[in-house]
T-cell receptor, first 115, second 112 residues
Framework: AQKITQTQPGMFVQEKEAVTLDCTYDTSDQSYGLFWYKQPSSGEMIFLIYQGSYDEQNATEGRYSLNFQKARKSANLVISASQLGDSAMYFCAMRENQAGTALIFGKGTTLSVSS | DTGVSQDPRHKITKRGQNVTFRCDPISEHNRLYWYRQTLGQGPEFLTYFQNEAQLEKSRLLSDRFSAERPKGSFSTLEIQRTEQGDSAMYLC??????????FGDGTRLSIL
């Protein structure tokens, strides 16, 4: 069965530093999509970045990049130049294209950015 | 561009009562999803609509849960005979085709 694992319950980083949030996934599908979402304390889920399983290049969106290592089944999120506003819960999610459109989420990582 | 809107933001009710939540998706989005999120967990998929057709339901969606999207626009999620275990954040998301899902702020349900 498909599964997302986020092994870091909490991460701490100082402003302007880079941070990597880990995500590993398990699927038997060849075609799938990987997503990262940010959830601040206010509760809304904010889409950050997407990587398709057939994309050869790692996805980037501003300060966010996705380190996609297909053979290792990992899709780590890298946030460069952390800001205080980056403090939030971060979720990795997967959609198996063959199985429909539901997203399977990990348990999340809490990121705390200090000044 | 108006985002996904959910109403109410908070709902407190007694065990055994029925509750209904509403979701208004982004206007051009034909797909609408409901998820449930309990404390310390990631969201869990409940059900999905494409236009007005409910195409997928999770086993989490017991007989007490029902969702509708009557005209392919807004959707409602009803929980009948609420139980303590129904306390959670209920999230709605919408998308166009296979593009990333955009979420609303959620409805937080508390069962007394």
């Amino acid at each position: 069965a498909q599964k997302i694992t986020q092994t870091q319950p909490g991460m701490f980083v100082q402003e302007k530093e880079a941070v990597t949030l880990d995500c590993t996934y398990d699927t038997s599908d060849q075609s799938y999509g990987l997503f990262w979402y940010k959830q601040p304390s206010s509760g809304e889920m904010i889409f950050l970045i997407y990587q398709g399983s057939y994309d050869e290049q790692n996805a980037t969106e501003g300060r966010y990049s996705l380190n996609f290592q297909k053979a290792r089944k990992s899709a780590n999120l890298v946030i460069s130049a952390s800001q205080l506003g980056d403090s939030a819960m971060y979720f990795c999610a997967m959609r198996e294209n063959q199985a429909g459109t539901a997203l399977i989420f990990g348990k999340g990582t809490t990121l705390s950015v200090s000044s | 561009d108006t985002g996904v809107s959910q109403d109410p933001r908070h709902k407190i009710t007694k065990r055994g009562q029925n509750v209904t939540f509403r979701c208004d998706p982004i206007s051009e989005h034909n797909r609408l999803y409901w998820y449930r999120q309990t404390l310390g967990q990631g969201p869990e998929f409940l059900t999905y609509f494409q236009n007005e057709a409910q195409l997928e339901k999770s086993r989490l969606l017991s007989d007490r849960f029902s969702a509708e999207r009557p005209k392919g626009s807004f959707s409602t999620l009803e929980i009948q005979r609420t139980e303590q275990g129904d306390s959670a954040m209920y999230l709605c998301a919408s998308s166009t085709g296979g593009r990333p899902q955009h979420f609303g702020d959620g409805t937080r349900l508390s069962i007394l």
